[in-house]
């Protein structure tokens, strides 16, 4: 791996990749809340006038996210948070009008770099770039937050935010080492997005797991 100095050397996709590698780690997941909140809790209000869509599942969540990015384009000024990329780190970073240019993700990424320098809790690769992505959509007051889940649900980073809407495109066993090997298991930890009003769409083929949802819904409303 090259070894940089400064995020200004930096030409490419690759190299910011090999960059944040460099600083925060592999992308190995350390499913957890407590690290994130120290950061953007005391941002959180910036958000406080946009609705937040929550894609949750196994397969077909980045599909999903896109495809509503995309309808909702002409309607809504949105920001747009994927993971992980599939050639562009900046695939991860997309507003209504595209992604985000490699100039200004390597601003947002030395602005965010600074900050969590100067507060001593570390930060894996996955929670420091949605860190990054969230101080980037502060600046940009959307309408409409759309965050695909990296992991699981209600230890994933996106889970520091209260969804408005929550879409569950579909469910299989995934990363049973954390989740659990157990479908309703898994099921439970990516219903942890939920909240007490979120309005849940979902594509359940199975009537035991169509009722533990039902459940915990109304579990929440009370």
């Not at 240019?101 to 690769?125: M, R, W």
């Amino acid at each position: 791996m090259t070894t940089f100095s400064s995020i200004h050397d930096l030409r490419n996709s690759q190299e910011v990749v090999e960059w944040v590698y460099q600083e925060y780690g592999l992308e190995i997941p350390r499913p957890g809340l407590d690290r994130l909140r120290v950061y953007l809790n005391p941002i959180l209000h910036h958000f406080k006038d946009s609705q937040v869509v929550t894609i949750v599942g196994t397969n077909g969540k980045g599909e999903t996210a896109l495809r509503l990015s995309h309808l909702i384009s002409d309607h809504k000024s949105h920001v747009l948070w994927t993971s992980p990329h599939v050639e562009r780190i900046t695939e991860r970073f997309r507003t209504e009008k595209g992604e985000i240019s490699l100039d200004e993700l390597k601003k947002n990424i030395e602005e965010c770099h600074q900050e969590v320098q100067k507060i001593k809790v570390s930060l894996s690769f996955y929670e420091f770039l949605f860190y990054v992505f969230c101080r980037w959509a502060m600046k940009l007051n959307p309408q409409l937050l759309l965050l695909e889940v990296g992991l699981g649900g209600r230890l994933d980073a996106v889970n520091i935010f209260d969804a408005n809407l929550v879409l569950l495109p579909s469910l299989s066993r995934d990363h049973q080492e954390i989740l659990g090997k157990r479908l309703e298991q898994i099921l439970e930890e990516k219903l942890g997005v939920l909240r007490q009003n979120t309005v849940v769409y979902h594509f359940l083929d199975s009537d035991y797991l169509i009722e533990i949802l039902n459940d915990k819904v109304c579990a929440l409303k009370g």
